[in-house]
Structure formats: structure tokens, C-alpha cells
């Protein structure tokens, strides 16, 4: 959910069919009318309690980008984090990864154009832990998804944006729309929104396994 710095450029994906353009864009590979309006997809992938489980075990195994906040790759989650790319080496977010890659396409984008995971991470949010706001560009898509959130979870909550220095920021602390998460509940949106998670209130954790997602070939 939480993108560092990256290391590398990439170009836009342009699109107007409308106009006979041989460019394409995000909206033709998709259900124009479903996109235009919902800020984010909401989905319950009916995992089991063991597999959600496993998944926690991995997560809290990792902390390699806890506390990373500075330097020329950071993250914006001030909280435990894992690495980038679990889904490369770890069988249970492989699998996961896949699961969400079919409900992009299948259920949302409604197109069989192949979609990929291309990082996938796991956080846990234990009290006073929150994530900057922040988006996810270069990447067309991103996601989170809650294997376990307690009653009192902080919400994750979508920006509109305003442009300062010529650059696009959220326009913080307001926001435009709020998501508290649930158990198993996995949440699809546009790389490009700004979205941010306040402070915990509660000692309970909140787990989360967040990701971006573009097609498969770009």
C-alpha cells in the first residue's frame, strides 16, 4: 500500500479509442463506466483462518523496511514492514498474488488482458502506527488486503489531489472517502489516488498485505 522511492522511469500507457488514436489508456482496458465512478473495489476473498494465519507468521518473520522512513528508497508506513517483493519467494503470496491479479481482471476490469503483481509487502500496524499519504505511480493499480483488523482499525482513507510547485500532493488531512478495514476484505484502486491510514488507536494489530499491480508486459 506504501510506495518508496523508485529507481526507475516509467513511461505513461496514453489511450483514446474514442478518437480513433492508436494510443491506448487505462479506460480501454476496462468498464469505462464502472471505473469513472468508484474511487475503489471492494471484495472478501474467503480465505480460511489457517491461511490468513500463515499469512501473519510470514509477515511478522520480516521487518527489513521497518523504521525505513529516510534516504533514497523509503517507505511512507511507520510501522513493521517486510520487503518488497514476498510474492517471488514466498508460496502463500504467490498464490494470493494471483488471486488478486484474477479479480482485476475478471471483476473489475471485466477484460481478459493480463495484469501483474509486480510488489507485494506485509505490514503489521500496532498502536500510534499510521502511513503518510502517498500514492503508488508508476504503477496502474494497487491494493491492500487484511488478513486480520480488529474492530477499531484505523481506516484507509483516499485523497483529491491539489498541485503545489508544480507537483501533484494530497490535499491532507482531509480526505474524500474512508474504507475500515475487516477480516479478509481486499480493497482495489488506482495507483495514481493518494491515500494515507491515521494513527492506531487500539493495541490490537492491524495486518495488511499491500501491493501494485500493472499489465503484464509493461
Given at each position: 500500500?506504501?510506495?518508496?522511492?523508485?529507481?526507475?522511469?516509467?513511461?505513461?500507457?496514453?489511450?483514446?479509442?474514442?478518437?480513433?488514436?492508436?494510443?491506448?489508456?487505462?479506460?480501454s482496458f476496462s468498464n469505462i463506466e464502472?471505473?469513472?465512478?468508484?474511487?475503489?473495489?471492494?471484495?472478501?476473498?474467503?480465505?480460511?483462518?489457517?491461511?490468513?494465519?500463515?499469512?501473519?507468521q510470514i509477515i511478522k518473520k520480516d521487518?527489513?523496511?521497518?523504521?525505513?522512513?529516510?534516504?533514497?528508497?523509503?517507505?511512507?508506513?511507520?510501522?513493521?514492514?517486510?520487503?518488497?517483493?514476498?510474492?517471488?519467494?514466498?508460496?502463500?503470496?504467490?498464490?494470493?498474488?494471483?488471486?488478486?491479479?484474477?479479480?482485476?481482471?475478471?471483476?473489475?476490469?471485466?477484460?481478459?488482458?493480463?495484469?501483474?503483481?509486480?510488489?507485494?509487502?506485509?505490514?503489521?500496524?500496532?498502536?500510534?502506527?499510521?502511513?503518510?499519504?502517498?500514492?503508488?505511480?508508476?504503477?496502474?493499480?494497487?491494493?491492500?488486503?487484511?488478513?486480520?483488523?480488529?474492530?477499531?482499525?484505523?481506516?484507509?482513507?483516499?485523497?483529491?489531489?491539489?498541485?503545489?510547485?508544480?507537483?501533484?500532493?494530497?490535499?491532507?488531512?482531509?480526505?474524500?472517502?474512508?474504507?475500515?478495514?475487516?477480516?479478509?476484505?481486499?480493497?482495489?484502486?488506482?495507483?495514481?489516488?493518494?491515500?494515507?491510514?491515521?494513527?492506531?488507536?487500539?493495541?490490537?494489530?492491524?495486518?495488511?498485505?499491500?501491493?501494485?499491480?500493472?499489465?503484464?508486459?509493461?
Open positions: 500500500m506504501f510506495l518508496r522511492k523508485t529507481h526507475f522511469v516509467m513511461e505513461a500507457v496514453v489511450v483514446d479509442l474514442e478518437k480513433n488514436s492508436n494510443k491506448l489508456t487505462l479506460k464502472n471505473l469513472e465512478k468508484k474511487i475503489y473495489y471492494k471484495f472478501y476473498l474467503n480465505l480460511s483462518l489457517e491461511e490468513r494465519k500463515r499469512l501473519l521487518n527489513s523496511w521497518s523504521d525505513k522512513q529516510e534516504g533514497l528508497y523509503f517507505t511512507n508506513i511507520h510501522a513493521h514492514h517486510t520487503k518488497w517483493h514476498l510474492h517471488d519467494e514466498v508460496y502463500e503470496f504467490k498464490k494470493l498474488a494471483k488471486t488478486i491479479e484474477n479479480k482485476l481482471m475478471y471483476s473489475v476490469l471485466k477484460v481478459p488482458i493480463k495484469h501483474e503483481v509486480k510488489e507485494c509487502w506485509g505490514s503489521i500496524y500496532g498502536k500510534d502506527d499510521y502511513a503518510k499519504p502517498h500514492h503508488h505511480r508508476p504503477y496502474l493499480w494497487a491494493f491492500t488486503y487484511y488478513p486480520f483488523a480488529p474492530v477499531g482499525s484505523s481506516p484507509l482513507r483516499f485523497h483529491d489531489t491539489a498541485v503545489q510547485n508544480g507537483k501533484s500532493v494530497a490535499r491532507y488531512p482531509d480526505y474524500v472517502d474512508e474504507v475500515f478495514p475487516s477480516d479478509d476484505l481486499l480493497l482495489l484502486f488506482s495507483a495514481n489516488t493518494h491515500h494515507s491510514v491515521p494513527k492506531s488507536l487500539i493495541d490490537e494489530k492491524r495486518v495488511v498485505i499491500a501491493g501494485n499491480i500493472t499489465i503484464e508486459h509493461i
